[in-house]
């Protein structure tokens, strides 16, 4: 589905200009800034989150019933709530992925006893009690204090169906699916406000063109909302599959921009989707493949935002990228249609760059979900029974989070290379931002598998006199957090950061997650 593209790809970022042909000679490199007004401020829903009825992801994660003896509010457990509360994710994307079109919403309401059972068709074809609906997952929202996003069923729904939905969630007045609402003992509507309309059109969502999808989101757009949307929708079409180009443009020609409040992209880092390679026992040239991959969203995310601004130069569309993460081999045991598997450093280096590339782009890129949060993919969250642990991507998540709604810094350096049997990336990524209280906050990551990289960061134009960094990293790449060690990645301190003449100096180790905070 994807290709390894050549290394010798140009990376054009908007406000980052990063140069992958650094003098390899270079002991040093430096990072210039450039606070700029105009400069965009950083979604926090870029860090959004992604649950789908899936493997172990619902079932048997977040929700264990309420009848469980793990700890529990309503059936979902507490422990993940916490962490995820402490993580401040900014919106959960669900109930799908390819399962939102052939989930009928209707079949999750009302008593438990009368719900109907369906077979997850996508996911291992196991039976769906339909136990979890839409009460429990926006009543999870409100207890995450994040905002729900819910994935429409346009592939094998009804225009109906998902207006329903719409009314059954939102409106206050008086009508059928409110009444219904009420009936089934929910008294306020939950407001919700990022709607999908439909997941990957292109393949498991109903295998459309391009051309036939427009038309149908135009006809779905249309009922989900008046015609001046006053209920504040955010209409989010079905995106692109990597660099599918033709998909955004055909998207962005045929629906008028005042429908669209979103187009999506999805994007997997994978080595080969036929030998996909353990997540855990890989070579570091299987581990450069896993980069190249992820580093081939700067590209995406370039052209498919030049794409956009020929159809909407004021920028009044977001780029959604709903679906992002590593993909991986299942765990040797499990179900392979449950996408279970461990999380390395691998991950976090993976999270680390990816983040930085969405915060550079953040004129465009406004909404992002990793998927998927737990027991799935690249999850920031694996449980065994009662156990939980928090993953390497977890902790670059939790690193990350003071860059939401922060004013993007634009930066200037030439990377380093990272280099493997005649190939090279950049081996340096950088983002930077600006809180509403004036602290800085710099991340940075080197990809490189075996050499420390040696950073001067020009602080000069930021007025920072002093800073404090941490760090994430291992003795080794295939390093995770176990059900029997759970603490062996975690954010630790850096106490090598100090500021000499207006510079600061620092040595980031082989595949490692920094954060320099400055104030
Ligand atoms: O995240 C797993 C699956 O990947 C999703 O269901 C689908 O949208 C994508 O192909």
Same mark, same amino acid.
């Given at each position: 589905m994807f290709k390894i593209k050549t290394n010798d790809l140009k990376y054009l970022a908007v406000f980052c200009i990063v140069?992958?042909?650094?003098?390899?000679?270079?002991k040093s490199t430096t990072i210039t800034f450039n606070q700029d007004e105009k400069a965009p401020v950083i979604s926090k829903h870029i860090y959004g989150h992604f649950a789908e009825?899936?493997?172990? %992801?619902?079932?048997?994660?977040?929700?264990?019933?309420?009848?469980?003896?793990?700890?529990?509010?309503n059936g979902v457990r507490n422990d993940i709530v916490k962490a995820l509360k402490d993580l401040k994710i900014p919106n959960l994307r669900w109930p799908?992925? %390819?399962?939102a079109d052939t989930?009928?919403?209707?079949?999750?309401?009302?008593p438990q006893k009368d719900r109907p059972t369906i077979v997850n068709q996508w996911w291992g074809g196991v039976t769906e009690?339909?136990?979890?609906?839409t009460h429990d997952f926006l009543n999870l929202c409100e207890l995450l204090e994040t905002e729900p996003y819910v994935s429409g069923n346009v592939g094998s729904g009804t225009v109906q169906e998902l207006a329903d939905w719409v009314q059954y969630t939102?409106?206050?007045?008086?009508s059928p699916m409110s009444d219904l609402r009420k009936q089934n003992?929910?008294? #306020?509507?939950?407001?919700?406000k990022y709607w999908g309309i439909g997941n990957e059109a292109w393949g498991c969502?109903?295998?459309?063109t391009a051309e036939y999808y427009a038309n149908e989101y135009r006809k779905y757009a249309t009922f989900i909302a008046d015609w001046t949307n006053s209920g504040g929708l955010m209409r989010i079409a079905s995106g692109a599959?990597?660099?599918?180009y033709h998909w955004t443009e055909t998207l962005m020609k045929n629906i008028p921009n005042h429908m669209l409040g979103g187009v999506a992209l999805h994007h997997y880092s994978v080595i080969d989707w036929n030998n996909k390679g353990d997540a855990v026992s890989f070579t570091e040239d299987m581990y450069f493949k896993t980069m190249s991959e992820a580093l081939e969203m700067e590209e995406l995310v370039t052209k498919h935002a030049a794409i956009m601004d020929k159809y909407d130069p004021e920028k009044k569309v977001d780029l959604v990228v709903d679906e992002w993460g590593g993909w991986y081999a299942? #765990? #040797?045991?499990?179900?392979?249609?449950?996408l279970y598997q461990q999380n390395t450093m691998r991950d976090a280096v993976l999270a680390g760059v990816t983040l930085n590339i969405f915060n550079n782009h953040a004129d465009r890129v406004r909404m992002a979900n990793l998927a998927? %949060?737990?027991?799935?993919?690249?999850?920031?969250i694996l449980t065994d029974k009662a156990k939980m642990i928090l993953t390497p991507t977890y902790h670059v998540m939790n690193m990350y989070k003071?860059?939401?709604d922060a004013k993007l810094i634009p930066l200037k350096f030439h990377s380093p290379k990272y280099e493997l049997n005649g190939k090279s990336l950049p081996a340096v990524s950088v983002s930077a931002s600006k809180d509403t209280s004036g602290l800085v906050h710099i991340s940075m990551v080197n990809i490189d598998a075996n050499k420390d990289n040696t950073i001067d960061l020009d602080l000069g134009a930021l007025g920072v006199k002093n800073v404090t960094a941490s760090i994430i990293t291992s003795n080794k790449l295939q390093d995770y957090n176990a059900?029997?060690?759970?603490?062996?990645?975690v954010i630790q301190k850096l106490d090598n950061a100090k500021i000499k003449k207006g510079k600061l100096n620092i040595t980031i180790p082989p595949f490692s997650v920094i954060m320099i905070e400055g104030k």
């Open positions: 140069s992958l042909f650094g003098n390899a000679q270079d009825h899936l493997g172990r %992801c619902i079932y048997d994660g977040f929700f264990v019933g309420d009848t469980s003896k793990i700890a529990n509010t799908g992925g %390819c399962f989930y009928h919403w209707k079949d999750g309401i009302g009690d339909n136990s979890f609906g939102n409106f206050d007045g008086v003992g929910r008294k #306020e509507p939950w407001k919700v969502g109903g295998n459309m599959n990597s660099d599918d299942v #765990e #040797e045991g499990t179900n392979p249609g449950f998927q %949060c737990v027991n799935v993919l690249q999850a920031v003071v860059h939401q059900f029997d060690n759970p603490n062996h990645i």
